[in-house]
């Protein structure tokens, strides 16, 4: 079946320092995938997408590349400000078949002044 | 920028009683998806449904629940005799089209609490 795998958080950094974010996916067919973010008290936002290898979805200084050969989609912004702090779920969906999301586990960002 | 609205967004309800958790999506939307969120755990999706009827269904989505698009514009979602492990964050979506590379956009979600 479908899957995501996110990284454990919280992950804790200070403000202006580099964050990454792993993802990686299992997938029967070709995915599409998105990182959406949850700050306090709101519901999901889409923060950016890619829907085939090697695009590179960015929004609000993320970015993350659609890599087939690793199943990944990582996250990642250069440098990271207290607003960021949040939760942030990688998610997938097939374009045939299931249309569904399969979300990750989500993995909390706190970053401190 | 258009957006989906959900309520209430917290529902405090006696076991056994029924809920309908209420959305309106976006407009132009033909897509329509309730998930939810056990605190801690992941969302998981619950239901599809397009041109008034349901596209899939997750095994979570047994005979205890129910949607229903009663007019142009509300999506609901019915738990016909709710149990404590219904309690959730259940967040109602919405996207334009049904292709995977679409994006679906959510509500902020309504908080059901079953006590």
């Known amino acids: 079946g479908n899957s995501v795998t996110q990284m454990e958080g919280p992950v804790t950094l200070s403000e202006e320092a580099f964050l990454t974010i792993n993802c990686t996916y299992t997938?029967?067919?070709?995915?599409?995938l998105f990182w959406y973010v949850q700050y306090p008290g709101e519901g999901l936002q889409l923060l950016l997408k890619?829907?085939?290898?090697?695009d590179k979805g960015s929004n609000k200084g993320f970015e993350a590349t659609y890599r087939k050969e690793t199943t990944s989609f990582h996250l990642e912004k250069g440098s990271v400000q207290v607003s960021d702090s949040a939760v942030y779920f990688c998610?997938?969906?097939?374009?045939?078949?299931?249309?569904?999301?399969?979300f990750g586990s989500g993995t909390r960002l706190q970053v401190q002044p | 920028e258009p957006e989906v609205t959900q309520t209430p967004s917290h529902q405090v309800t006696q076991m056994g009683q029924e809920v309908i958790l209420r959305c309106v999506p976006i407009?132009?939307?033909?897509?329509f998806y309730w998930y939810r969120q056990i605190l801690g755990q992941k969302v998981e999706f619950l239901v599809s449904?397009?041109?008034?009827?349901?596209?899939?269904k997750s095994e979570i989505f047994d005979d205890q629940f129910s949607v229903e698009r009663p007019d142009g514009s509300n999506f609901t979602l019915k738990i016909r005799s709710t149990k404590l492990e219904d309690s959730a964050m259940y967040f109602c979506?919405?996207?334009?089209?049904?292709?995977?590379?679409?994006?679906?956009?959510f509500g902020d979600g309504t908080r059901l609490s079953i006590l």
């Open positions: 979506a919405s996207s334009a089209t049904g292709g995977g590379n679409q994006p679906q956009h």
């Open positions: 997938a029967t067919g070709y995915p599409s």
């Open positions: 998610a997938l969906t097939l374009d045939t078949g299931r249309r569904a999301l399969t």
């Open positions: 890619a829907t085939k290898a090697d």
């Open positions: 407009s132009n939307h033909l897509y």
């Open positions: 449904f397009y041109n008034n009827e349901i596209s899939e």
